[in-house]
């Protein structure tokens, strides 16, 4: 039987980060994952404070972002402006390609061990101090799963802390326009949709448009002119042209409840998925992996799998998780689902907040 210390499954954003982290620490690992998926290019809103950690500990800038300085968010007509002010030098947080970020994170990794079949049933064995991966034949001390599609196969199967399944979609495109896009992100919340705008050039940006309801279909039709009709009726943009194909996703919300004893974590969108409305779902990920490398950077330890180390890890995670999940479930059920009764009820706090240089330092340091 083989023997590694890590059996990282998954090939995505989150695994690619992970084993270059591993690779630095000097940690032995294996990483098996179903055939990679047609990838579509994407835009995500990262925050400041990962790239300074980026940057800092592979000694490496990821140089190709775009600043966000301001953001303005509408609660119907109500306006809460959040500047770069707050957190210079740093801007409020950076929109960034997801291909540069697959490129960036896969440099120097070797191809990934295995590929699985995508219909391949697994059978991991979980005994007192490692955990068998039957099919191959390998024995780990952790496994670190990065790929939702794994946890049914991971035997005492995690329970799902929180679930729900939203009846809600959401949508991404890129769009043109002739007018200044000027580091600026919009996020209007009107009548229960919830439409983002982020630049990622001076005159391209690319929108995340959520609380569409069954019905909705009709709004994000292949031509795009009703959804470009609609982010002109919302935005003061005169100009918008769509630049690329209009993608749906359907929006579910869970965290895995990690059992010290099966040593197993559940990183990146295996462990947790949160509404898009804040664009914290990737940043959450990178912050897993931030966490596991200060338990596999610390030498006394030599088990990464034992309680402790599980248990350190979920206590420390679930911070975040919950600040993220409770805030963005809230906001969806007060302005997505009953939209009317409640989006009043958000104003006066958004008042409150835009008149308090204090209450914006404390709402972005929260969630930026
Ligand atoms: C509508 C929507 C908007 C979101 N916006 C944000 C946001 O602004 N900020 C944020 O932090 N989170 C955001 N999220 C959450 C985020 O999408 C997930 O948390 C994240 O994708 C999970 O990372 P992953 O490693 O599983 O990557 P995956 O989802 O597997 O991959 C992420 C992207 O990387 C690229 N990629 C993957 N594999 C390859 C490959 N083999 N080659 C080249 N490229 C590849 C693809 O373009 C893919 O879309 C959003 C989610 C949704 C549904």
């Given at each position: 039987m083989d023997q590694t210390n890590i059996l990282v499954l998954g090939n995505n954003l989150i695994s690619n980060l992970l084993r270059r982290v591993l690779i630095k620490n000097k940690i032995d690992h294996l990483n098996f994952a179903y055939p990679a998926q047609e990838p579509e290019r994407r835009f995500f809103a990262i925050k400041p404070t990962f790239l300074k950690w980026y940057s800092d500990y592979?000694?490496?800038?990821?140089?190709?972002?775009?600043?966000?300085?301001?953001?303005?968010?509408?609660?119907?007509?109500?306006?809460?402006?959040l500047k770069d002010t707050i957190t210079r030098p740093f801007p409020l947080f950076n929109?960034?390609?997801?291909?540069?970020?697959?490129?960036?994170?896969?440099?120097?990794?070797?191809?990934?061990?295995?590929?699985?079949?995508?219909?391949?049933?697994?059978e991991f064995v979980f005994e007192n101090d490692e955990v068998?991966?039957?099919?191959?034949?390998?024995?780990?001390?952790?496994?670190?799963?990065?790929?939702?599609?794994?946890?049914?196969?991971?035997?005492?199967?995690?329970?799902?802390?929180?679930?729900?399944?939203?009846?809600?979609?959401?949508?991404?495109?890129?769009?043109k326009t002739d007018d200044n896009l000027d580091n600026r992100a919009v996020q209007y919340f009107r009548k229960g949709k919830i439409l983002a705008i982020l630049p990622f050039s001076e005159h391209e940006f690319s929108i995340v448009l959520s609380g569409l309801k069954k019905g909705d279909e009709k709004l994000v039709d292949d031509s795009g002119e009703q959804?470009?009709?609609?982010?002109?009726?919302?935005?003061?943009?005169?100009?918008?042209?769509?630049?690329?194909?209009?993608n749906c996703f359907p929006l579910t919300l869970y965290k895995i409840k990690h059992d010290p004893k099966l040593r197993s974590l559940f990183i990146g969108d295996?462990?947790?998925?949160?509404h898009p409305m804040a664009g914290q779902g990737l940043n959450l990920g990178l912050g897993d992996i931030q966490m596991i490398d200060k338990l596999i950077s610390d030498k006394r330890i030599i088990d990464f799998g034992q309680e402790n180390s599980i248990k350190k890890y979920a206590m420390t995670r679930s911070v975040d998780e919950s600040i993220v999940?409770?805030?963005?479930?809230?906001?969806?059920?007060a302005l997505v689902n009953n939209s009317d009764v409640f989006s009043s009820l958000f104003k006066y706090p958004i008042k409150l907040i835009e008149n308090s240089e204090l209450l914006k330092k404390i709402l972005v340091r929260k969630m930026i």
């Open positions: 592979f000694n490496e800038d990821l140089h190709n972002h775009y600043a966000i300085k301001h953001i303005q968010i509408f609660v119907d007509y109500e306006e809460l402006n929109i960034m390609r997801s291909d540069y970020l697959f490129e960036s994170f896969s440099r120097d990794l070797d191809d990934i061990d295995k590929t699985l079949k995508a219909d391949e049933d697994l068998i991966f039957k099919n191959y034949q390998i024995s780990s001390k952790l496994i670190i799963n990065t790929d939702f599609r794994f946890n049914k196969f991971l035997k005492i199967k995690p329970e799902r802390e929180e679930k729900k399944e939203y009846d809600e979609f959401a949508v991404t495109a890129i769009f959804l470009i009709n609609f982010i002109k009726q919302q935005s003061a943009l005169a100009s918008v042209e769509l630049s690329s194909k209009i295996a462990g947790h998925k949160v999940m409770n805030l963005t479930d809230l906001l969806d059920e």
